[in-house]
């Protein structure tokens, strides 16, 4: 079963946590940017990664989502979200809603179940994460997917 998890931009905290499952699993990563190209058939399980911003997902994430691209994902795959966030209210459930209505506007559905990790802001809020224990518990959830 092939794995891919899609990371926004090649920095921060989601980029942390991307590039440690795909180097310590069989999980392909993906930097999307507005050129991004892929052809999505290979993959089983397809893991969408982003930041939280006021309950927003990255413009990247966006852009790939409402493309033609997403076209050839799999009617079986399986596709899940990960996310780092700072921990304020309800973002992280308004950022899933906002990715699972664009999905089902394309006729893919979207797991239920998703991971969070705490991501640091500023250098002041969070300062100590994603730390090791976020980095094992991800691990863990992309191993059971």
């Known amino acids: 079963?092939?794995?891919l998890i899609i990371c926004p931009k090649a920095s921060g905290n989601t980029y942390k946590v991307c590039c440690h499952i795909s180097g310590n699993t069989d999980v392909n990563i993906l930097i999307v940017?507005?050129?991004t190209k892929i052809d999505f058939s290979d993959?089983?399980?397809?893991?969408l990664s982003s930041g939280i911003y006021g309950g927003h997902v990255h413009k990247n994430i966006l852009r790939l989502i409402r493309s033609d691209q997403m076209d050839s994902i799999k009617t079986d795959a399986k596709i899940c979200l990960f996310f780092t966030w700072i921990g304020r209210g309800h973002s992280d459930m308004d950022a899933f809603n906002e990715i699972n209505q664009l999905l089902n506007k394309k006729g893919i559905k979207l797991d239920n179940s998703y991971m969070k990790c705490f991501g640091s802001a500023m250098g002041i809020i969070r300062k100590s994460h994603p730390n090791e224990e976020d980095l094992k518990n991800v691990l863990l959830w992309v191993n059971k997917l």
Do not use: L, V
């Open 1 to 3: 079963m092939k794995k």
């Open 33 to 35: 940017n507005e050129s």
């Open 43 to 47: 993959y089983d399980t397809i893991i």
